[in-house]
């Protein structure tokens, strides 16, 4: 981890103990004792999200049914997926079943092209194998949101008490949708853009224990199908500026997610959506929020990410 977060974070985690809060704390251990989600996998989604396919299958509303565009090139956008050197039949069916889906063609390992990114399928789960580095899902700095708890900066932007079902419709590796779900006890909704993004996700939260229904789709098209007032928060952390400083743990999400903007049209219908509130993160010295107009800013420390909020 780099040096200046690791201060950065032991600082927060200081004034965080000095200033006892009178909420309840989780404490790590609490966290490990009650991290793991008990009930049915997947959780199931809410209604207003879930339709049949044509096959009868259950889909989420506005998932691709075709491959991704580039949105400046309009060139179609597909990955390829492959097995790994010690693949067993198993992880030939899942590269095969992935394949299926729109935005990634099945490839042998002497077919691949090594110099575009792949998404691989190995004994020990999915890999996302770029030129420079090999990623892998991982629980980002889900540790410092738990030391936290209940007076981390994000929920008192959402003003989150249990049982609130939150919406996540900028999910990337799930780190925020795992701490909201530990926090509510009600398994997070979560949609993400981008479909290798999306699986790798849902098999790093499923295999954690965590209660994140993970839905790949975009959150601009399928927050028009949702019922008012069917969430109690809607959560957005749209992709940071290039060149933005923000943790390592981000950046396998830098390296493939989905740059585009949320917008108007999302800001809308997400408050349609929102039974409480509406909170969008934008980077400390970010001018997002100037452009939005949230009924509040929720500015925490220096450096540290700020919080515009629309109350519904
Ligand atoms: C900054 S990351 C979010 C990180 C996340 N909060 C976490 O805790 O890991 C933004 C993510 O939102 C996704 N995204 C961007 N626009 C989206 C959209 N319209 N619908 C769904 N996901 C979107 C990106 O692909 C990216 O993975």
Same mark, same amino acid.
């Given at each position: 981890?780099d040096?200046?977060?690791r201060?950065?974070? #032991?600082?927060?985690?200081?004034?965080?103990t000095?200033? $006892?809060?009178?909420?309840?704390?989780?404490?790590?251990?609490?966290?490990? %004792?009650?991290?793991?989600?008990?009930?049915?996998w997947?959780?199931?989604l809410?209604c207003?999200?879930?339709?049949?396919?044509?096959?009868?299958?259950?889909?989420?509303?506005?998932?691709?049914?075709?491959?991704?565009?580039?949105?400046?090139?309009?060139?179609?956008?597909?990955?390829?997926?492959?097995? #790994?050197?010690?693949?067993?039949?198993?992880?030939?069916?899942?590269?095969?079943?992935?394949?299926?889906?729109?935005?990634?063609?099945?490839?042998?390992?002497?077919?691949?092209?090594?110099?575009?990114?792949?998404?691989?399928?190995?004994?020990?789960?999915?890999?996302?194998?770029?030129?420079?580095?090999?990623?892998?899902?991982?629980?980002?700095?889900?540790?410092?949101?738990?030391?936290?708890?209940?007076?981390? $900066?994000?929920?008192? +932007?959402? +003003?989150?008490?249990?049982?609130?079902?939150?919406?996540?419709?900028?999910?990337?590796?799930?780190?925020?949708? %795992?701490?909201? +779900?530990?926090?509510?006890?009600?398994?997070v909704?979560?949609?993400?853009?981008?479909?290798?993004?999306?699986?790798?996700?849902?098999?790093?939260?499923?295999?954690?224990?965590?209660?994140?229904?993970?839905?790949? +789709?975009?959150?601009?098209?399928?927050?028009?199908?949702?019922?008012?007032?069917?969430?109690?928060?809607?959560?957005?952390? $749209?992709?940071?500026?290039?060149?933005?400083?923000?943790?390592?743990?981000?950046?396998?999400?830098?390296?493939?997610? %989905?740059?585009?903007?949320?917008?108007?049209g999302?800001?809308?219908?997400?408050?349609?959506?929102?039974?409480?509130?509406?909170?969008?993160?934008?980077?400390?010295?970010?001018?997002?929020?100037?452009?939005?107009?949230?009924?509040?800013?929720?500015?925490?420390?220096?450096?540290?990410?700020?919080?515009?909020?629309?109350?519904?």
């Amino acid at each position: 981890m780099d040096a200046r977060l690791r201060i950065r974070e #032991s600082r927060y985690s200081r004034r965080r103990t000095s200033r $006892p809060s009178t909420r309840r704390r989780w404490s790590s251990a609490a966290f490990s %004792s009650t991290r793991r989600w008990t009930g049915s996998w997947p959780p199931p989604l809410p209604c207003g999200l879930a339709t049949k396919c044509g096959s009868g299958h259950t889909v989420a509303t506005g998932s691709p049914t075709s491959p991704l565009r580039n949105s400046a090139t309009g060139r179609r956008v597909c990955m390829q997926v492959t097995v #790994s050197g010690r693949a067993r039949e198993q992880e030939l069916r899942r590269a095969a079943s992935i394949a299926e889906l729109p935005s990634f063609e099945l490839k042998s390992r002497a077919a691949v092209d090594w110099d575009a990114t792949v998404l691989q399928v190995s004994r020990t789960g999915l890999c996302l194998k770029t030129p420079g580095r090999d990623y892998r899902w991982h629980p980002g700095l889900l540790h410092t949101r738990v030391e936290a708890g209940w007076t981390h $900066p994000l929920v008192r +932007a959402m +003003a989150l008490t249990q049982g609130d079902r939150v919406l996540d419709c900028t999910l990337g590796l799930g780190t925020d949708a %795992s701490f909201v +779900a530990l926090l509510t006890r009600v398994p997070v909704t979560g949609i993400e853009l981008q479909p290798a993004l999306a699986l790798m996700a849902q098999e790093g939260l499923r295999d954690a224990g965590h209660a994140v229904r993970v839905v790949n +789709a975009d959150s601009r098209l399928l927050l028009g199908g949702l019922p008012d007032g069917s969430f109690d928060v809607v959560w957005g952390d $749209p992709m940071f500026p290039v060149g933005a400083a923000v943790t390592h743990s981000l950046d396998l999400v830098r390296h493939i997610g %989905s740059h585009a903007p949320l917008g108007q049209g999302w800001l809308d219908q997400a408050r349609r959506v929102a039974k409480k509130r509406v909170v969008v993160r934008d980077t400390w010295n970010g001018t997002l929020l100037e452009t939005m107009s949230p009924d509040k800013i929720l500015n925490t420390m220096r450096q540290r990410p700020r919080y515009g909020i629309w109350l519904g």
